[in-house]
């Protein structure tokens, strides 16, 4: 045997099950005959302790009584308030369809103002706060933004609009309605402003000029001074605005989140390399799965000794080969591991023609789909705790990875099989299941409440981080929800 096997998904007949249909919700509704026969046994009630044993046989609380008793005697007092004369002419059969437009109107307009608003706010550019701007300046912007615009628009739609989260929104009002309402008082403890000065001069002597307030209060013990706590050493200097890192640090770009959508398969493949652990204490085989993420389908998978990057240049060329990509088709997304970074491994993508992201850095988010298929298959219940061999290895994966695609119903894709999605069988499989589920319709509609089941449609697209606010947003499966399937 070589020292890693390719393998990839087959095409077969999936199998077909019912879909589950659950009741629509409802509230428990009272009649007026019920009402006034409970009111009657309540007036009828002298000794202590009969409507407390009414109320919990009837799932009641007093509240219950006194709204329906008010409800009695509005309904009597309007009875016998009823001036006699000319009857009132009736309503018109359309006069209530058009009050119902004209509200539906009144609320469509105040909606469409809100939007306008809502779109103005979002052309301002709030990341130019000045040359100079720190990203807390740049923050402190848009929260004013955002504070200005909810109070045309509420708090929800604001922050929805300008992407802030609603509880940094609080806190920053919050911090704005303490701030004005009144101001810290001094401590009584705290340093005159003679012995404040002091300080400030001493930090800023040529002697300690470049060192840390830590530094400075140790060398001030050993000639037997002192002049406050370390605390207050950093809090006089940050009064004055003399605290700031001076140490030549890294500064790390901002990375890019990346937003990649699949609408079929072979469009968007995810990879990644999970370790098996070994016979021995630190010793591992590595697993290399390509999973497509519309079809959840593995289309490639490898076990090997060692991770290096002509393996994974293996793996990647004939999954490809066997899956017909054509140049400019694919985008291949991966964490940022030594081998998904090697110039072996882009220099072939280029001679592909395949587009590849990766993750952002110690953001394991970004690469759900992986993710979550490496728990579904450490979290089986054979999944062994260490393997005697490599052979071992690839034994147990080649069986796992043929249930995973053929025999496994996914939350993630409708209850369907990834190779099911993968080859296109999906749709005919969903009619069959409706077809299927209007069978039992037809027995026994009364189990339904007179409303037609249907089978949980084929999703549409599946994402990798979708934008904010997004109408692509809506109705398309979270790869969270990958996870439910070993429960």
């Known amino acids: 045997m070589t020292d890693q096997a390719v393998r990839t998904e087959s095409q077969t007949t999936p199998a077909r099950i019912p879909s589950e249909v659950l009741e629509k919700a409802a509230r428990r509704r009272f009649t007026a005959d019920y009402k006034q026969r409970i009111l009657a046994e309540a007036d009828g009630c002298t000794e202590s302790g009969q409507i407390g044993a009414l109320l919990r046989r009837e799932g009641l609380y007093s509240s219950h009584l006194t709204k329906w008793r008010t409800q009695r005697d509005e309904a009597v007092r309007a009875a016998l308030s009823q001036s006699r004369g000319r009857?009132?002419?009736?309503?018109?059969?359309?006069?209530?369809?058009?009050?119902?437009?004209?509200?539906?109107?009144?609320?469509?307009?105040?909606?469409?103002t809100q939007a306008q608003t809502i779109i103005e706010v979002q052309k301002k550019p709030f990341a130019t706060a000045g040359p100079g701007a720190t990203p807390d300046q740049r923050r402190d912007q848009l929260m004013n933004a955002a504070i200005e615009l909810s109070r045309e628009t509420g708090v929800k739609s604001a922050c929805a609009a300008l992407n802030v989260n609603r509880a940094q929104f609080y806190?920053?009002?919050?911090?704005?309605?303490?701030?004005?309402?009144?101001?810290?008082?001094?401590?009584?403890?705290?340093?005159?402003?003679?012995?404040?000065?002091?300080?400030?001069?001493?930090?800023?002597?040529?002697?300690?000029?470049?060192?840390?307030?830590?530094?400075?209060?140790?060398?001030?013990?050993?000639?037997?001074?002192?002049?406050?706590?370390?605390?207050?050493?950093?809090?006089?200097?940050?009064?004055?605005?003399?605290?700031?890192?001076?140490?030549?640090?890294?500064?790390?770009?901002?990375?890019?989140?990346?937003?990649?959508?699949?609408?079929?398969?072979?469009?968007?493949?995810?990879?990644?390399?999970?370790?098996?652990k070994g016979p021995a204490k630190w010793t591992y085989f590595y697993l290399y799965v390509i999973l497509d993420i519309f079809s959840r389908c593995v289309v490639g998978w490898m076990v090997a000794h060692r991770e290096c990057t002509e393996l994974a240049k293996r793996l990647i060329a004939e999954t490809c080969a066997r899956q017909g990509v054509q140049e400019g088709q694919l985008t291949l997304h991966a964490d940022r591991g030594s081998s998904m970074t090697s110039k072996g491994v882009e220099q072939l993508l280029v001679d592909l023609g395949v587009t590849k992201t990766h993750s952002r850095p110690h953001v394991s988010n970004d690469n759900p789909y992986s993710e979550a298929q490496f728990k579904t298959l450490k979290y089986r219940p054979n999944f062994p705790a260490q393997f005697g061999s490599i052979e071992d290895a690839r034994t147990f994966c080649g069986p796992f990875f043929d249930w995973y695609n053929h025999d496994h119903y996914h939350c993630g894709i409708a209850l369907l099989t990834p190779a099911s999605v993968h080859s296109g069988q999906a749709t005919e499989i969903v009619l069959k299941r409706n077809q299927v589920l209007q069978a039992a319709f037809q027995r026994h509609p009364e189990r339904f409440k007179g409303k037609p089941p249907t089978a949980q449609p084929v999703p549409p697209a599946a994402w990798i981080n979708p934008p904010p606010n997004s109408l692509s947003q809506e109705n398309l499966p979270s790869p969270q929800n990958d996870t439910h399937d070993l429960q």
């Open 87 to 112: 009857k009132l002419l009736e309503k018109h059969p359309l006069a209530e369809e058009n009050a119902r437009l004209q509200r539906e109107n009144q609320r469509l307009q105040a909606r469409l």
């Open 171 to 276: 806190r920053a009002q919050a911090v704005e309605q303490t701030a004005s309402v009144r101001a810290r008082p001094r401590p009584p403890l705290a340093l005159s402003a003679e012995e404040e000065q002091r300080v400030l001069d001493t930090l800023n002597s040529e002697r300690f000029m470049d060192r840390s307030p830590y530094q400075v209060y140790a060398a001030l013990l050993d000639e037997e001074q002192h002049l406050c706590s370390i605390r207050t050493l950093y809090r006089v200097l940050a009064r004055h605005g003399e605290v700031r890192e001076r140490r030549s640090q890294l500064h790390h770009p901002t990375y890019t989140k990346p937003e990649l959508l699949a609408t079929a398969p072979n469009q968007v493949w995810s990879w990644d390399i999970t370790k098996l």
